[in-house]
């Protein structure tokens, strides 16, 4: 056998073995087929919103499809734990608000996943307005005036909520004790149908997201009596917070994205980047603020530092109002 027929071989075996690699490395490319986002909400609220807008521009940026998957139930607390239990390969991921995450296992004696150990964080999303609405025939303009015909009347006036457990049922009761009041306590099925329910008449009161709200405001068929938020934002600059009149009151709900517990760290890693990408196009930040929300950047390091700080606050605000599922 001559040198140069051995060095061909060679060359032919290391260019064979070299291709075989390539094809290896095109299969474990990542993402290789669509990702689905679990939203533990129903369709037309802050988290839905979020969660749509954000899949469209990772979809941009990675080439492959990022699909919404509305599961709701329980305060978000079934498609919690059923992500908890999914393959942790990077294709099954959440995109959930605090209250799924943090106040569910305050409410159930049993939530299905433990909210630490169940999920790797993977970036802080978004932050969302919230509002005290009400229809507009309903006496009262203010927070203030609500808080006096409330008191006048204790449990003549029901508030509507997106169901037992949300975010939108804590802070209703959280405003009852701040005010001193009582109020009923409607539940529905997700936050559009708590709002159509007011904007229709059948309920006078409701805490909704903006991204649930903010049509009917516009519209005239929903009236603003304050913003839950700390600070005004900016969808509604002219509307007061309702810490304005009850002081201390005041939540930043937040929206941030999950994975199972296990999830390989380069996954983790090149996901939080893209997140953070893609929160700093135009288009991105602009279609949130149209909803009342804004971008939320951070790492995943933070994001798992803030969940460690809210589940003992969302705890005690739990036990300090009363609040129960039932």
């Known amino acids: 056998m001559t040198f140069q027929t051995t060095l061909s071989r060679r060359l032919f075996t290391a260019a064979v073995l070299c291709s075989a690699a390539l ?33 469209q521009k990772l979809t941009e940026q990675l080439g492959q499809s990022v699909i919404v998957d509305n599961r709701p139930g329980a305060g978000g607390t079934l ?53 005290l609405v009400a229809h507009p025939s309903f006496p009262a303009n203010t927070v203030a005036e609500m808080v006096a015909l409330a008191k006048a009347s204790p449990g ?35 936050s559009a149908a708590a709002a159509t329910d007011v904007v229709g008449g059948q309920v006078p009161l409701s805490v909704q997201s903006l991204p649930s709200a903010i049509a009917f405001i516009k519209a005239g068929k929903l009236k603003v009596l304050g ?58 930040v602009e279609k949130l603020a149209a909803v009342g929300c804004e971008p939320f950047k951070g790492t995943a390091a933070q994001l798992g530092a803030l969940v460690q700080a809210d589940l003992p606050k969302w705890s005690r605000v739990v036990k300090d109002t009363g609040a129960t599922v039932d």
């Open 23 to 55: 094809a290896v490395g095109a299969q474990d490319k990542y993402p290789s087929k669509p990702i689905t986002v679990v939203v533990p909400q129903a369709a037309g609220g802050a988290n839905d919103a979020i969660a749509r807008v954000v899949a």
């Open 79 to 131: 498609a919690t734990a059923a992500t908890a239990r999914a393959r942790n390969d990077g294709y099954t991921l959440m995109l959930t608000a605090d209250s799924a995450h943090v106040i569910g296992p305050a409410l159930y004696k049993n939530p299905g996943f433990d909210p630490v150990k169940d999920f790797t964080p993977v970036a802080p999303v978004a932050t969302a307005g919230y509002v």
């Open 156 to 190: 003549k006036y029901s508030i509507a909520s997106a169901g037992n457990g949300t975010l939108n049922h804590l802070i209703g009761e959280m405003l009852q004790k701040a005010a001193g009041i009582q109020l009923q306590h409607i539940p529905y099925k997700g």
């Open 227 to 284: 913003v839950v938020n700390e600070k005004r934002v900016a969808a509604l600059p002219d509307a007061p917070t309702i810490g304005e009149t009850l002081k201390g009151f005041g939540q930043a709900p937040w929206y941030a994205l999950f994975a199972p517990a296990g999830t390989p760290a380069s996954i983790v890693a090149m996901l939080q980047a893209e997140v953070a990408r893609a929160l700093e196009h135009k288009d991105v």
